[in-house]
């Protein structure tokens, strides 16, 4: 069973977690292909250093998430 589609046989609080991490994924995703573009030349430092926080705010919730759908699979 994959991260990214959750089963009919989970219970519904695991199944939501299963969503939350594919739509915390697309929006990592997002943030990502912002800060890579030229776009984030016009932002102030103080600005891009957030999103550079913010990024890895993210893959650290993403992996907890990631590490929670693993366990319901054990």
Known sequence: MSANAPAAEM???Q???VVE???LDERLQKLEAF???KKM???PLDE???MDRQIRAM???SR???ERIEAFQS
């Open 11 to 13: 219970p519904e609080y």
């Open 64 to 66: 907890v998430l990631g």
């Open 35 to 37: 800060t890579q573009s």
């Open 21 to 23: 991490n594919r739509e």
């Open 59 to 61: 893959r650290d919730y």
């Open 41 to 43: 030349d016009d932002l």
């Open 15 to 17: 199944q939501r977690v």
């Open 48 to 50: 891009a250093s957030r």
